[in-house]
């Protein structure tokens, strides 16, 4: 790939720089008592992305709802104490141990965007993980709607003009082949597969895909990327 295309890296959030399958997955196994311990990743992630579905709001305000859920799905622990526990570990959720550094070398040649489903509230704390990266925000709150909804990349298309940049000059970064690879690449972005789960099967957290997208650039973590980039200036 040619990056010396590119001005504006878009990058999913939530799954691409921030390890949201291990924030879940730890808060339930220790929130949700003795019958979690047992539970396989899949077992809990099912009745998690039903939750999530049934309760698609922002993010720093539904997963109450969401644990409640899955809870009792799954027979775990149920109370207003669990669940508010668990509202709280999704501003907890730990980046990738390579996303901080790999942005910030990143950061150094592009314009660095987040894209994120996640809220304004909840993407503060990410972002402050993450090393405060990024240039400019677009979160659910601004555009009104989520990924894949087309109108969160067009709300963005029109938010980067204004800065200058035209979309032949994005490359769009993700992990999600449901929420991000598939509509981008649909709607004439070029796209970077961070394929974070190239190691386990399936999909995980992240709901399936109707078809599988192939990116233009497909690789295991943002250390990957950021050594693509500068191993090929």
Same mark, same amino acid.
């Given at each position: 790939?040619?990056?010396?295309r590119?001005?504006? #890296?878009?990058?999913? +959030?939530?799954?691409?720089? +921030?390890?949201?399958?291990k ?5 339930v196994?220790r ?7 047992g ?8 009745p *998690? ?22 809870a009792?799905?799954?027979? #775990?622990?149920?109370s ?7 509202? !709280? ?13 790999? !942005? ?7 314009r660095?965007?987040a894209?994120t ?5 909840? *993407?503060?704390?990410y972002?402050?993980r !993450? ?6 925000a677009v979160?659910?709150?601004?555009a ?37 690879i598939?509509?981008?690449?649909? !709607? ?5 597969w ?6 386990q099967?399936? *999909? ?12 233009? #650039? ?16």
């Amino acid at each position: 790939m040619d990056f010396s295309r590119f001005k504006v #890296l878009t990058f999913d +959030i939530v799954g691409t720089c +921030i390890d949201f399958e291990k924030g879940v997955l730890d808060a339930v196994r220790r929130i949700g008592g003795e019958a979690a311990a047992g539970l396989s990743d899949d077992e809990i992630f099912r009745p *998690y992305m039903a939750g999530r579905a049934q309760h698609y709001g922002r993010s720093s305000e539904v997963f109450g709802d969401v644990y409640l859920h899955l809870a009792g799905e799954l027979g #775990l622990v149920k109370s207003e104490a669990a669940a508010r526990d668990f509202q !709280l570990s999704v501003l907890e959720w730990p980046a990738f141990q390579d996303s901080a550094e790999a !942005l910030a070398r990143l950061r150094a040649r592009f314009r660095l965007v987040a894209m994120t489903n996640a809220d304004r509230t909840a *993407y503060t704390a990410y972002a402050e993980r !993450l090393g405060l990266p990024f240039h400019d925000a677009v979160t659910c709150d601004e555009a009104r709607c989520a990924k894949p909804d087309p109108k969160f990349f067009e709300f963005n298309r029109g938010r980067q003009s204004a800065f200058g940049y035209g979309q032949d000059e994005i490359l769009h970064v993700a992990q999600s082949q449901y929420h991000d690879i598939g509509i981008a690449r649909e !709607l004439g972005y070029s796209v970077c597969w961070i394929e974070r789960r190239h190691d386990q099967p399936g *999909y995980g957290g992240t709901p399936d895909p109707m078809s599988f997208t192939e990116p233009d #650039l497909r690789l295991p973590s943002l250390a990957a990327l950021a050594d693509r980039v500068f191993g090929d200036t």
